[in-house]
């Protein structure tokens, strides 16, 4: 009893449920010669034909299930125990219950799978002097209440709708199984000579579509057994519409071409070197000919110290203009990037860079501003890596994730592209250099001749400085994780201002609230809000989901669609197979022609 699993893990909302549940069916069938051959394939292996339907309905559950867990199918059996002389003519319903574990098996080929379910069969049914009403009503009390909502009932082998019943009774018009506790009940039948496969279910207790998706997996799956090789792996397609979605979805090919990250930021330095690209607090302005001069001193003392293309260089300098200046002044001198806050302990420091292989630390210009600057940036081409950003990992150990110019850049021109960047743009620099949502906010603003705010290491938690800075320096686009901007409408909220002027909104790196895009259409109703993810492997962000306005049925804001030129598709946790529309998987997110690097030990 204790080892009985539950229910398959389908998406179920017993709160949709209103009055008496409203079952309906979906049927299909076998022709005479198509059955005949499924029967006599499954009994040349020493198999029932129900066995085999069996393993149908389970695989079909399984696939259709949340989570890789073993799951209980109720099946039903009919058990005319000669107890009186009478029974045999007694007209009453003799159905029992028995529940039969399944345990889902990643890549097991059919024939193997059915002989398992077959054995699995015949055990429970040892079973079967123990009432399966009883067993039921035992687990009941625990949380395998639905272990028996899943029915399997085959009447083969019966006279169900045999000669003889027709003859007696007359052919069925209609046919409906309305069970109390009960999801879906398969009824399998014979009819003349045709095998009918039905599914009653109680249709309001699943999403839209979702019943008519499982049971033509199930319909096909069953189809397939007539012809195909028993020993090939259970495979069970999406849909025909749900496959055409995502492959219209994951149409995102586009020309970029691949470019270096501080690339664009010269081109705007040439052609505009009086442009303003930095701004503090207190109101001073940095031109884009002076950060990019302050860019070639820093790439030129660095080649002095020397620094080659590929080294690895440690940036921990205070929040400012120096900071965005030390970053572009290790690219322009062909070398890679590692952020590591002035904040964290020096252990932490210390291990990451020994991790990424730096070769250097920079925690100061003050040498870099009396070197002769570069004439350019040292040319390297955009595969090398731009930059190591450390995580905190799965394990709670930072992991350092090695980002190549190609991969961010890609990330960045599109992002920037769909969402209108300018150079009429300005961010403010909420996110720490460490976090990778700092990349957009020094090169895709200044890539698109745009300007940046910087806060001081003292203001990077003070929603109160941040709503000053917004609205007095006329911030345009706003980057952070959720909390952040929870912090900051709370601020505005308390005190509006006529001058915000807001017109993008991008939310990544952890749970978006369903209340924030409302939020921010009371403060700015023309702003944009836009909720990107992706895992820092994949180049910043990899997904996308404009919010407009936001669904009542929402649990939260949807994961969205990849972004250019990015592959998506929600997998099985279990097998990685395509998981069907709207029920869980995980996302996985493939650039297709510019990998990522997971960094180890560099040296």
């Not at 007696?168 to 009960?182: A, F, R």
């Amino acid at each position: 009893m204790d080892s009985l699993p539950g229910a398959p893990a389908l998406p179920v909302d017993i709160t949709t449920v209103t009055g008496s549940p409203r079952f309906t069916r979906r049927s299909t069938h076998l022709s005479q010669a198509r059955w005949t051959r499924l029967r006599n394939r499954a009994r040349a292996v020493g198999l029932t034909p129900s066995a085999v339907l069996l393993t149908c309905y389970a695989a079909v559950m399984s696939r259709y299930s949340g989570d890789a867990s073993p799951f209980s199918i109720n099946l039903t059996t009919f058990e005319r125990q000669m107890v009186h002389p009478d029974v045999a003519t007694m007209v009453a319903d003799f159905t029992e219950n028995v529940l039969v574990a399944c345990t889902p098996t990643s890549g097991q080929g059919f024939l193997d799978a059915a002989r398992t379910m077959q054995k699995q069969v015949i055990e429970s049914l040892e079973h079967a002097d123990h009432s399966g009403v009883q067993v039921l009503r035992e687990l009941a009390h625990t949380n395998r209440a639905d272990a028996g909502a899943v029915v399997f009932t085959s009447s083969l082998g019966s006279d169900a709708l045999g000669t003889r019943t027709t003859r007696l009774l007359g052919y069925p018009v209609e046919v409906l199984s309305q069970t109390p506790q009960v999801w879906i009940d398969h009824q399998v039948m014979e009819q003349d000579g045709e095998l009918l496969l039905s599914w009653d279910a109680v249709e309001d207790l699943f999403p839209s579509g979702f019943l008519d998706a499982a049971f033509d997996s199930y319909s096909h799956l069953v189809n397939s057994l007539v012809d195909d090789d028993w020993d090939d792996p259970i495979h069970l397609p999406l849909p025909d519409d749900q496959a055409g979605i995502r492959q219209a979805v994951n149409e995102t090919a586009s020309p970029i071409t691949p470019r270096l990250l501080h690339e664009a930021f010269f081109e705007h330095a040439d052609r505009e070197p009086r442009r303003t690209a930095l701004l503090t607090g207190d109101g001073t302005r940095f031109t884009y000919g002076e950060v990019a001069d302050g860019t070639l001193r820093t790439a030129a003392w660095l080649r002095g110290r020397g620094v080659v293309d590929g080294d690895v260089i440690g940036v921990t300098l205070p929040r400012g203009p120096e900071q965005i200046i030390a970053v572009l002044g290790v690219l322009a001198a062909g070398a890679i990037y590692v952020p590591m806050s002035t904040t964290h302990p020096q252990a932490r420091r210390t291990a990451a860079f020994q991790q990424a292989g730096v070769d250097l630390v920079v925690d100061s210009l003050e040498e870099a501003w009396g070197t002769e600057p570069l004439d350019t940036p040292v040319p390297i081409t955009p595969e090398q890596a731009a930059y190591i950003i450390f995580t905190s990992g799965s394990s709670g150990e930072p992991k350092g994730v090695e980002i190549s110019h190609r991969s961010a850049w890609n990330t960045l021109d599109d992002v920037c592209t769909r969402f209108g960047i300018t150079q009429e743009d300005r961010g403010l620099a909420v996110s720490a250099l460490d976090f990778d949502l700092s990349v957009f906010d020094i090169f895709g603003l200044l890539g698109r001749g745009g300007s940046l705010v910087l806060l001081r290491d003292e203001d990077q938690r003070d929603a109160e400085e941040w709503s000053r800075l917004v609205t007095s320096m006329g911030v345009t686009v706003w980057n952070s994780a959720p909390i952040l901007l929870d912090m900051l409408l709370t601020t505005l909220e308390a005190r509006p201002s006529d001058s915000l002027g807001l017109r993008l909104v991008l939310e990544s790196g952890d749970w978006v609230g369903l209340d924030l895009p409302g939020r921010l259409r009371s403060l700015c109703p023309d702003a944009r809000f836009v909720a990107l993810g992706g895992a820092t492997e994949a180049a910043v962000w990899s997904n996308y989901e404009e919010v407009d306005v936001v669904d009542p049925s929402w649990r939260s804001i949807p994961y969205g669609r990849p972004s250019s030129p990015i592959n998506s598709c929600a997998s099985s946790r279990r097998t990685c197979s395509t998981a069907p529309s709207g029920w869980p998987g995980i996302c996985l997110s493939a650039a297709m022609e510019w990998p990522t690097v997971t960094a180890t030990t560099r040296r």
